[in-house]
């Protein structure tokens, strides 16, 4: 597990990350959300000992991060930083030998990983005649070439069209499943919603939450209610306590005031005729975002 304790970080006389604490578990998918200059790329930054914090510490396991173990860790820069004139494959296979590997395993993991990816095929192309979302992909395949322990991913789905984020997400799931902690940034809310088993929220240099995703969708945002009867729902506008937040026929969707409760309003949803469906529903994560942050 990689623990992040009481980090901070300035560059000149401002304060960029403030005691920032989290945690990334292994076999984890944790999503690193945050508003553009937030501190998602510095925090990356620290963990992988490119950038130095002004306090804090970040340990593996208990233990402080040492250089021989940071070879071991798997990082996607925000900067791509591969070689537009080097073949994939030789440049793949290149990498995964600066991090340690024999030339027979790091072939074999290149082919291996390029095959994951869909880009056998371009093997032998250089980088540069390949569209940039194959491009993309050929970076995940960078970071994941030595079988890293842990994998830091700056955003990692950032212009991949629907089919290639399926494709980077199965081999980023598999590495989980194996047990790698594995955290990545994103913008996109909608893809870490789907994606993130853990979230740091982070805003202006401060943690605004972190932890499991259901567990913070609970503790998040207002409890709603959707109900689906038969004929107009319109009378749950009259019920003492319950504010109707989206009406569409028979289908509602409100929240309830400390007056009443779902069970109140199932029984007098009950007398009006069949209810078809009545279940809570919790915060979407861009809710629950804009409320921690
Ligand atoms: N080398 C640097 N010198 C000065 N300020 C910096 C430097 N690197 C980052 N910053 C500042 O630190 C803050 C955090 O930046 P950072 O890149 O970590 O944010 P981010 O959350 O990754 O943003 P984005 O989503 O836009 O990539 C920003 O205000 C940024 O301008």
Redesign the pocket.
Known sequence: MLTVTSVSRR??E?R?LDDVSFEVRPGRMTGFL????????????IILGVLAAHGGSVTWNGEPVSPALRQRFGYMP?ERGLYPKMKIAEQVAWLGQLHGLDRDTARRNTEALLDQLDLTERMNDKLEDLSLGNQQRVQVAAALVHDPVLLIL??PFSGLDPIAVEVVLGVLRERAARGVPVLF?S?QLAVVERLCDDLVI?SG?VIAASGDREALRHRYGTQRWEIVVDSDAGWLRDLDDVRMIDLDGPRALFELGDGTSDQDVLRAALDKGAVRSFTPVLPSLDEIFKEAI
Do not use: L, Y
């Open positions: 560059f000149g401002t960029v945050g508003a553009n200059g937030a501190g998602k790329t510095t925090t990356m930054r925000e700056d955003e940034s913008h982070i240099g």
